[in-house]
């Protein structure tokens, strides 16, 4: 296990963003556990340690951030997760939201198309105790070999829905995907009612880096 400190000064600050996290419409108590017991500071440099805190993305190298606590919260609460739900995430990026993801109790299966990124955070999760299935590569194509999946969730931002992704949903599954142009994305969540009925949700505009490959941007 990797020794990392985690203050009382921290715990505070991990207080004050969950109590921000609620005051912004975050309502799921197991989502805002997660973000309470997750070190935040543990996946930034000492550098910036003082910043793990606050409501807003950070670059972590590799033209990739960790998202915004915010972000992730509403992704995560739209995905309804329950435990033992078997989740695809499509961006493993720092990692700290397949972490949530974990806590929620799923069995996360996470792709990454950066090898450098992937290599780190693969071994970065290892040292923390965190047991996801790592996998390099096309996201954008969901990982057919492990589907059907209870839950996919997109951490970055699409041109289109993926018809991959779609297929490899359960009946009765969920995709939550940010949608849009490379600058601003309309959050979705697609429930998969039948083999061929799809009920979509629209939420509220985010931006995230651009979802890379032969079903994202090229």
């Given at each position: 296990?990797?020794k990392?400190?985690?203050?009382?000064?921290?715990?505070?600050?991990?207080?004050?963003?969950?109590?921000?996290?609620?005051?912004?419409?975050?309502?799921?108590?197991?989502?805002?556990?997660?973000?309470?017991?997750?070190?935040?500071?543990?996946?930034?440099?000492?550098?910036?340690?003082?910043?793990?805190?606050?409501?807003?993305?950070?670059?972590?190298?590799?033209?990739?951030?960790?998202?915004?606590?915010?972000?992730?919260?509403?992704?995560?609460?739209?995905?309804?997760?329950?435990?033992?739900?078997?989740?695809?995430?499509?961006?493993?990026?720092?990692?700290?939201?397949?972490?949530?993801?974990?806590?929620l109790?799923?069995?996360?299966?996470?792709?990454?198309?950066?090898?450098?990124?992937?290599?780190?955070?693969?071994?970065?999760?290892?040292?923390?105790?965190?047991?996801?299935?790592?996998?390099?590569?096309?996201?954008?194509?969901?990982?057919?070999?492990?589907?059907?999946?209870?839950?996919?969730l997109?951490?970055?931002?699409?041109?289109?829905?993926?018809?991959?992704?779609?297929?490899?949903?359960?009946?009765?599954?969920?995709?939550?995907?940010?949608?849009?142009?490379?600058?601003?994305?309309?959050?979705?969540?697609?429930?998969k009612?039948?083999?061929?009925?799809?009920?979509?949700?629209?939420?509220?505009?985010?931006?995230?880096?651009?979802?890379?490959?032969?079903?994202?941007?090229?």
């Amino acid at each position: 296990m990797l020794k990392l400190e985690d203050s009382y000064r921290h715990k505070g600050q991990r207080r004050e963003l969950v109590k921000l996290l609620r005051s912004k419409g975050i309502k799921s108590e197991t989502v805002l556990e997660a973000i309470n017991t997750l070190p935040r500071h543990f996946f930034f440099d000492t550098a910036l340690d003082s910043h793990a805190y606050e409501d807003k993305a950070f670059p972590i190298g590799e033209g990739q951030t960790i998202s915004q606590p915010y972000t992730v919260a509403f992704q995560t609460e739209l995905l309804e997760i329950k435990p033992g739900d078997k989740v695809l995430e499509i961006g493993t990026g720092s990692g700290y939201q397949g972490a949530i993801l974990h806590l929620l109790g799923a069995e996360v299966h996470t792709i990454e198309y950066q090898k450098k990124l992937f290599d780190k955070t693969k071994k970065f999760l290892g040292k923390l105790g965190i047991p996801l299935h790592f996998y390099f590569g096309d996201g954008s194509q969901g990982l057919p070999e492990k589907a059907p999946y209870d839950k996919i969730l997109v951490t970055a931002g699409a041109p289109i829905v993926p018809k991959s992704l779609l297929k490899q949903l359960k009946i009765g599954g969920i995709l939550v995907i940010p949608v849009g142009d490379r600058n601003t994305q309309k959050m979705l969540r697609l429930t998969k009612k039948t083999a061929t009925k799809i009920e979509q949700e629209a939420f509220d505009n985010f931006a995230f880096v651009p979802l890379l490959g032969a079903e994202g941007w090229r």
